[in-house]
């Protein structure tokens, strides 16, 4: 159907043979691959953290709340533009969600100075988003946290590498969330990582992930154990065998697949420099010393005269797919009601963004094709508004 779909999977027969491996092995549930997968992700992070492989990212959201121990009447702040995991996240544990408004048109991040107004007495925590793969500024945000002894979430679920003053985004913070659904930099349809310095909060994300169980089938399959314990209430956030098997094909490919995204930004930044209409956020991260983006997304502001709806329709018609990054919580019917404080810059973005398609496979052809016909419609959206006028 698309031409140019928004994301396509870098995937080849390397992932085919994992899954099939995992099939003769005849061990489908948590098991060795789990654990290798773990150790090579906690190695790509470093710092000596433990890693959790969970069912997605939005598991390791709830996990770390619970880990936390936020409760009801606790407040947490989140970005103001993110995807609605993070408020799903904040609500189901009872607590208040308190969104912080963005940096910047330029800058989409959540701006360190809104966290700093939002924090009361009852500020339990704040999640952070590195949105589209651009990392946040962590020391500000780390030292504010650490100021009024705030726990400090990273929602990494745009990039697995992202690298800010030579640090793995995901280790700032008591616990790093990050996704490997279809989409993202690092796929394998469903999955995350929980991912965590203290050992402590390492072991209750093990509880947490499954039942709160002392000891795992594997376990008893092995020998290890007889029977079990329960030390606390638990989930199943479990993470299966043929995941974690094409997880570790595609750590290995994540700097590569990393890197040729951030070549065809840089061809999407050349091919769009000279249309007024449409704006490029984040360009200051790009080249700037000791930081590593993840180029997780493409997303643009179009200008407020341009109609949204009428260019998705027009690129859609030339077999282009794209997508919006994100709507605003406000205009969900579950958070209507929650009388947000304002947040103008992200309420803007939301209004304006359209994301554009971006994959590691994507050719420069498709990027031209991409940004023709968008110049394309918009020359002819301000031809008509011209002869109407």
């Known amino acids: 159907m698309w031409n140019v779909p928004l994301f396509e999977l870098n995937f080849d027969d390397q992932e085919s043979d994992a899954v099939q491996q995992v099939i003769d092995s005849r061990w489908l549930t948590m098991g060795d691959r789990i654990q290798s997968f773990e150790s090579q992700f906690s190695s790509l992070i470093g710092n000596s953290v433990y890693a959790t492989a969970v069912s997605s990212c939005t598991a390791a959201l709830h996990m770390a709340l619970l880990a936390l121990d936020i409760k009801p009447g606790d407040e947490v702040i989140i970005p103001a533009l993110t995807f609605v995991a993070d408020i799903n996240a904040v609500v189901m544990t009872g607590a208040t969600p308190v969104p912080a408004d963005s940096e910047a ?29 651009y990392p946040c500024e962590m020391e ?3 030292i504010l946290c650490k100021e009024h002894h705030i726990a400090l979430i990273e929602d990494v679920a745009h990039g697995p590498g992202i690298l800010y003053r030579g640090q ?12 490997f659904f279809t ?6 349809g469903e999955g995350g990582m929980f991912v965590t310095g203290d050992p402590e909060l390492h ?4 509880y947490l992930r499954s039942h709160g169980m002392t000891a795992l089938t594997l376990d008893r399959h092995k020998g290890r154990a007889v029977s079990y314990d329960v030390i606390q209430p ?4 479990r993470m299966d065998e043929i995941r974690a098997a094409i997880g570790q094909v595609q750590l290995q490919k994540l700097s590569t697949a990393n890197a040729r995204r951030g070549v065809l930004v840089s061809h999407y930044i050349h091919c769009l420099s000279a249309c007024d209409g449409v704006t490029i956020p984040f360009l ?8 590593q983006p993840a180029y997780h997304i493409f997303p643009v502001l179009l200008a407020p005269e341009y109609h949204r709806p009428t260019v998705i329709e027009g690129l859609k018609h030339e077999g282009i797919q794209t997508s919006i990054h994100y709507p605003s919580f406000r205009d969900f019917s579950a958070y209507r009601t929650y009388g947000f404080a304002a947040t103008p810059v992200a309420d803007q973005i939301s209004r304006q963004v359209l994301t554009l398609p971006l994959f590691p496979g994507m ?10 016909t968008l110049k394309s419609i918009i020359q002819n959206m301000e031809h008509n508004h011209a002869t109407s006028a």
């Open 105 to 133: 048109l330029s800058d989409w991040n959540v701006s360190c100075r809104s966290i700093q107004d939002r924090i009361t007495s009852k500020t339990k925590a704040v999640i952070v988003v590195h949105f589209a793969g």
């Open 140 to 142: 500000a945000i780390s």
């Open 183 to 188: 989409n993202k930099n690092l796929s394998i």
């Open 284 to 291: 200051d991260y790009i080249g700037q010393q000791g930081s």
């Open 234 to 237: 638990g989930l199943n956030y």
């Open 168 to 179: 793995q985004c995901g280790s700032f913070g008591q616990v790093g969330c990050f996704s």
């Open 363 to 372: 050719t420069f052809e498709q990027v031209e094709l991409v940004t023709n």
């Open 203 to 206: 072991q209750k994300a093990l």
